[in-house]
């Protein structure tokens, strides 16, 4: 398959960018069967902009405090997307809370990378959340994007044990690495058709999955799931 016959990813992006990178690097390496057509920022200073400029995407800003209110600015979202014709559309690190009719035009297509073991922690300072928990696990999800917060369904989960004497920026430290292989596993899993949205469950192999996948244990970082003799 060509580059530009390739299955094309958006990015959605508020800050850094990191994800963005790493989804890059695993396109690069042959990882991801995909083309990330482009990133798409809501602030003008997000430095994922610039990070998508280095890596050759396109980098678009859809200024939110350009538009009057949400639905336009949505509105402005959903018209750039859609120009890039994505299969699916990654939030990473997308700071804006999406409204409902936003969210069911691209259901089952919609994706979310959130530094929790969801549904523990949803929301913001989910590190610090952990620790205050006592959490003997911490991690991130990979969902499908529901109107509701963080609350839609989960494929798959990076986790690891949390240390005596743990802070928040140890645990922010050895997720994000984490991150980087999950989110891009994830897509590659999705790109093979194998997983889908139905109603609220997410299907794989036309099963309900009745757990998330484990990065490691039941996803492995090319996206094959691991221990089901998945050839293909
Ligand atoms: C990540 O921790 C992700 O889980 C959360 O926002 C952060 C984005 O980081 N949703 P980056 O911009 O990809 O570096």
Do not use: W
Request: with cysteine; aromatic share 4%; proline share 6%.
């Amino acid at each position: 398959m060509s580059g530009a016959d390739r299955p094309r990813l958006v990015v959605l992006l508020s800050g850094r960018g990191s994800n963005l990178a790493a989804l890059c690097r695993a396109v690069e390496s042959g990882k991801l069967p995909a083309r990330i057509a482009a990133a798409v920022a809501d602030q003008p200073d997000a430095a994922g902009l610039a990070r998508a400029r280095e890596a050759g995407i396109d980098a678009v800003l859809v200024d939110r405090d350009r538009h009057r209110d949400r639905a336009s600015f949505e509105s402005s979202l959903a018209v750039a997307i859609d120009g890039f014709e994505p299969r699916y559309i990654l939030l990473a690190g997308f700071m804006r809370v999406l409204g409902e009719r936003f969210v069911e035009r691209y259901r089952g297509r919609l994706l979310n990378i959130h530094p929790s073991l969801l549904p523990r922690h949803r929301g913001l300072y989910t590190h610090r959340r952990a620790l205050d928990a006592g959490d003997a696990e911490h991690g991130a999800s990979v969902h499908f994007v529901t109107p509701a917060l963080d609350a839609g369904p989960v494929i798959s989960q990076a986790r690891f044990d949390v240390r005596p004497g743990d802070t928040p920026d140890a645990l922010a430290d050895r997720l994000l690495p984490l991150e980087h292989v999950l989110y891009p596993a994830t897509v590659a899993l999705l790109l093979r058709r194998r997983v889908e949205l139905r109603d609220d469950t997410v299907l794989i192999d036309k099963q309900a999955l009745e757990r998330p996948l484990v990065l490691g244990a039941d996803l492995g970082p090319d996206g094959r799931v691991l221990g089901h003799g998945d050839g293909g």
